[in-house]
């Protein structure tokens, strides 16, 4: 199993389910609801029915769920039962604490914390300072060419 939020994906989403698929069978993703996203990342750009549509798509996933709404965010560990939770290496998630949920659960399941991926756009950040870098200087040029390009698209 993995989680996250999966907003504009990206090359580090690829590399972590790919690196997530390796360690089992099959690979359930987690797509968090956009009321998690707020509380432990960001306002999403993209919606939860898109990111989980997008992310079922990716080759490495087998299955791709929403998260439950509300309560725990660990209550879903019943649902999936997984023999192995992939973390990535920025999630803020504690090891030993879902191992001890699971474990609560009657769970027998190992986490595995998995490598940074080393890439250009590699964060949903980066990739929106970017576009925010991209649009500034489209504005520049306008601005200094008089007018003369057509807006960028």
């Known amino acids: 199993m993995a989680t996250g939020v999966f907003d504009l994906l990206h090359p580090g989403h690829v590399y972590f389910l790919t690196e997530a ?3 089992g069978d099959e690979l359930v993703v987690v797509v968090a609801r956009d009321s998690t996203a707020r509380r432990f990342k960001h306002e999403p750009i993209t ?3 898109s990111r989980v549509q997008l992310v079922a798509a990716l080759k490495p996933v087998d299955r791709a769920i929403l998260g439950h709404e509300g309560g725990s965010i660990y209550d879903i560990l019943e649902e999936i039962a997984p023999d192995i939770i992939a973390l990535g290496f920025d999630q803020i998630h504690d090891e030993d604490k879902i191992v001890e949920e699971c474990r609560r659960r009657g769970l027998r399941t ?15 950040r980066k990739i929106v300072r970017k576009v925010a ?10 601005a200094v060419e008089g007018g003369k390009r057509p807006p960028p698209v």
């Open 21 to 23: 698929r390796k360690l």
């Open 47 to 49: 919606s939860e029915a």
């Open 110 to 124: 190992k986490v595995v914390r998995l490598p940074k991926f080393e890439g250009d756009l590699d964060g949903t």
């Open 133 to 142: 870098e991209w649009l500034a200087l489209q504005e520049k040029l306008q």
